[in-house]
């Protein structure tokens, strides 16, 4: 018989987050293993033991037997639900994984060499634990599937050795959900709608209709908004200056992991902690992350042409009242409009696109 659990797994780098929904779709579960690549641990509900996770697969293992603990073994799911980062141009709804939607993931590495590889491992250990139970995975880059050409192009000629440097856009999963839920506090869906998931990382997206029109990330999850470690918005001729000066690997590390909140603060990434720190560079970083929020804010509106509403989600935009009311004063020049504060809720919108998947 069938099983009536999704596990909705979140595979990255250093950890492996993921969450239990039955056959309600009400979440029931949560199970996270954090510090892959040494002494981690594994949280399960609110119970965390550390626990060796020398690599994802001992992580993801890790995971099972938790799961197991609690009476869950992985073949009685009826389903496993993957969050994909990048979905390339090919990928642009959630889908059933076969062979053919396996190998369009694995295609898309080279678009997100940080990201893709982590969510195939877990694929293919389901895959070999269980291998008749259904995987489905939901794209971060499949909402941004309605953004306009003119919104979506490098003004980078038009050569096939170019293909796919292009605009793509993240934080889909977080924003079609948002999307879903605002209409609980808005009424309808404000027509103009500006939101922000600000957490680790941050982005802003002009959702028009319920589409997206424009977002701040770009080719990759490095650009826009000034985040806990990457660098946001940056002019290419100072990439290519660090390229040469520190060298291909340096750069990314620097772009990627000790930039942004942390790399001015000199502090932490972490915005809480900036907040309880008094230092002039903690108070720089809060001031940069708001201003370059709201600077690129400006170019979103004129995107959808006004503004109706703003929204914020995410763990600073959810919870940090001092963020949210700097951005809003700094928008305040585009009069009066309702502001929103929603849950992220990703993994359950990525529970109910398997399930929809699955009941069709
Ligand atoms: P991720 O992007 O990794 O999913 P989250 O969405 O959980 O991260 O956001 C993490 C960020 O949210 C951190 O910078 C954290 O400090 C911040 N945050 C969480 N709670 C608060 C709070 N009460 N006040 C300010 N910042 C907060």
């Given at each position: 018989m069938a099983g009536t659990h999704i596990l909705v797994i979140n595979a990255g780098s250093s950890s492996i987050k993921t969450a239990l929904f039955d056959g309600d779709l009400a979440e029931v579960l949560r199970i996270e293993a954090t510090g892959?690549?040494?002494i981690g641990a594994v949280k399960t509900g609110a119970a965390s033991e550390p626990a060796d996770l020398p690599d994802n697969a001992a992580a993801l293992a890790a995971i099972i037997d938790a799961l197991s603990r609690q009476g869950?073994?992985?073949?009685?799911?009826?389903a496993v639900a993957h969050r994909v980062v990048h979905g390339g141009t090919a990928l642009t709804a959630p889908h059933r994984i076969t062979p053919a939607i396996r190998q369009a993931i694995v295609d898309c590495i080279p678009l997100a060499p940080l990201h893709n590889p982590h969510h195939l491992a877990a694929i293919d250990a389901v895959s070999a634990l269980a291998p008749d139970l259904p995987q489905c995975a939901s794209f971060?880059?499949?909402?941004?599937?309605?953004?306009p050409d003119l919104a979506r192009r490098y003004a980078l000629p038009d050569r096939p050795d170019l293909a796919g440097l292009q605009r793509y856009g993240f934080h889909g999963t977080s924003y079609a959900a948002l999307v879903r839920n605002l209409p609980q506090q808005?009424?309808?869906?404000?027509?103009r709608l500006l939101a922000f998931h600000l957490g680790n990382g941050a982005s802003a997206c002009a959702i028009l209709d319920g589409q997206s029109v424009a977002t701040t990330m770009g080719y990759s999850p490095l650009s826009g908004l000034t985040m806990g470690t990457r660098v946001g918005e940056i002019d290419a001729g100072a990439v290519l200056r660090l390229v040469r000066q520190l060298g291909l690997d340096q750069t990314e590390t620097l772009l990627n992991h000790h930039s942004g909140l942390l790399g001015l603060s000199g502090i932490s990434s972490d915005m809480r902690t900036l907040e309880n720190s008094d230092t002039p560079k903690a108070r720089f970083a809060i001031d940069h992350f708001c201003y370059w929020a709201a600077r690129q804010a400006g170019s979103l509106i004129a995107a959808m042409g006004g503004l109706d509403a703003v929204a914020f989600t995410g763990g600073i935009g959810e919870n940090s009242a001092l963020i949210r009311t700097a951005v809003l004063d700094k928008l305040s020049w585009m009069g009066k409009f309702p502001s929103y504060t929603v849950a992220a809720q990703e993994e359950i919108q990525i529970a109910g696109e398997a399930n929809a998947l699955l009941t069709t």
């Open positions: 892959i690549g040494g869950i073994a992985l073949t009685s799911l009826r971060d880059t499949a909402f941004h599937a309605t953004i808005s009424g309808t869906l404000p027509k």
